[in-house]
Each structure stands twice: as structure tokens, then as C-alpha cells.
T-cell receptor, first 115, second 114 residues
Framework: AQSVTQLGSHVSVSEGALVLLRCNYS??????LFWYVQYPNQGLQLLLK??????LVKGINGFEAEFKKSETSFHLTKPSAHMSDAAEYFC?????????????FGTGTRLQVTL | DAGVTQSPTHLIKTRGQQVTLRCSPK?????VSWYQQALGQGPQFIFQ???????QRGNFPDRFSGHQFPNYSSELNVNALLLGDSALYLC?????????????FGPGTRLTVL
């Protein structure tokens, strides 16, 4: 079975500081990994994804994530936080292939950005 | 290009009632998945529809059922509502023959059961 663990339900950073949101996965096969962001009272927006190839993945809004197979991790980073980054972030792993696949989500990390 | 749309945005029901939620996928998408997101939790997979058939199902009781129409839109039905069914219900669509199955999410329907 595949699963995702997000360490830290709440993370607070100052504006301009580094953002690091942690995600570890368990998978018996090479995973497809995703980070989604959810702003208050909205649905989920895809930030970035890892499928195959380059292990450092760049996404929208200056975010990036690195797939580390040896550590079974897919941590999300951003060099400099902005107030508009305050939201809930979800890491997800894809189970199955094609139309039979589904996403398994972590419990989420709420990012707070302070002045 | 319209994204994934869901209706209604909010819904209040009482225990024992039945509810129907609706989803229109993004243009060009043919697969629809439904997720339940309880307060403070990550989304949980309910089921997925493709070619008007349920293809995969998560760990949800039979009270949860769905349908997909020829135009790829979908409905989620929940019977005999329980207080614990209160949640944000998210619909996600994905395009045909997508190896990576990138799913695009709608804004959700917030269901409150009193």
C-alpha cells in the first residue's frame, strides 16, 4: 500500500524566510508524487509533480521539491516566503495507473507567514 | 476555458436525508474522481468514474453512490446522511490517456449535516 506522511501540521515562517514543508512516502513501486495548495474556501491547485526524470522539480509561485528515493522524501521548498503563500499544503502519491489510479493525500500542513 | 465546476457551493441537510452533488469536468476531460475532505484532514478518495462506470472505489459505504453521464459530468449521491458526512466534497477531472493522471480539482461543495 502507498501512503504519505506530512511532518508538522502547522509551520510558521517570517516573510522572506525559507519555506520547508516535509513529506515522506511509502511505496512498493516508483511513485508519482504531487504537491497541492489549498487556499481558504477553495479547491486544490497543483503546485508541482514528480513523475520520472529529473529529481528536482520546479513548480508555480517559486516552489520546488526534490525527490530523494534513498530517503523516501519529497519535501517542498521556497527560498523566500511571501504573505500570499499562507495556505494549506498537501502532499499526495498516485496509486495505480491510467484511469484506475487515485491520489492518496497526507493530512496537510498549514503554512503561516508573519511580518 | 472553464475549469472543473461544482454545484451547489454550500448545502445544509438534516440527518437521514439524501443529497446529490454535481460536477462538470474540465473541457476535454473524461474521468471524474470524487473526494471527501473532513475539517482539518486531507482529501479521501471516494470513487472514480470513466466511460460512465465506477472504476475504483475507496473505503466508503454503499450509502455513497455516483453516476457519470455521456457528457462526462458526474453526480455524487449520499443517502441516509449522518453527522459525520459533513465535509467538503471535491470533484477532480483528468484528461484521457494520461499516464501521469494529473487531476484538476473543482472548488468543492461544502455539506453540513445537522
Amino acid at each position: 500500500a502507498q501512503s504519505v506522511t506530512q511532518l508538522g501540521s502547522h509551520v510558521s515562517v517570517s516573510e522572506g524566510a525559507l519555506v520547508l514543508l516535509r513529506c515522506n512516502y511509502s511505496s512498493s513501486v516508483p511513485p508519482y508524487l504531487f504537491w497541492y495548495v489549498q487556499y481558504p474556501n477553495q479547491g486544490l491547485q497543483l503546485l508541482l509533480k514528480y513523475t520520472t526524470g529529473a529529481t528536482l522539480v520546479k513548480g508555480i509561485n517559486g516552489f520546488e521539491a526534490e525527490f530523494k528515493k534513498s530517503e523516501t522524501s519529497f519535501h517542498l521548498t521556497k527560498p523566500s516566503a511571501h504573505m500570499s503563500d499562507a495556505a494549506e499544503y498537501f502532499c499526495a502519491v498516485r496509486r495505480g495507473t491510467g484511469t484506475a489510479s487515485k491520489l492518496t493525500f497526507g493530512t496537510g500542513t498549514r503554512l503561516q507567514v508573519t511580518l | 476555458d472553464a475549469g472543473v465546476t461544482q454545484s451547489p457551493t454550500h448545502l445544509i441537510k438534516t440527518r437521514g436525508q439524501q443529497v446529490t452533488l454535481r460536477c462538470s469536468p474540465k473541457s476535454g476531460h473524461d474521468t471524474v474522481s470524487w473526494y471527501q475532505q473532513a475539517l482539518g484532514q486531507g482529501p479521501q478518495f471516494i470513487f472514480q468514474y470513466y466511460e460512465e462506470e465506477e472504476r475504483q472505489r475507496g473505503n466508503f459505504p454503499d450509502r455513497f453512490s455516483g453516476h457519470q453521464f455521456p457528457n462526462y459530468s458526474s453526480e455524487l449521491n449520499v443517502n441516509a446522511l449522518l453527522l459525520g458526512d459533513s465535509a467538503l466534497y471535491l470533484c477532480a477531472s483528468s484528461p484521457p490517456l494520461t499516464v501521469y493522471n494529473e487531476q484538476f480539482f473543482g472548488p468543492g461543495t461544502r455539506l453540513t449535516v445537522l
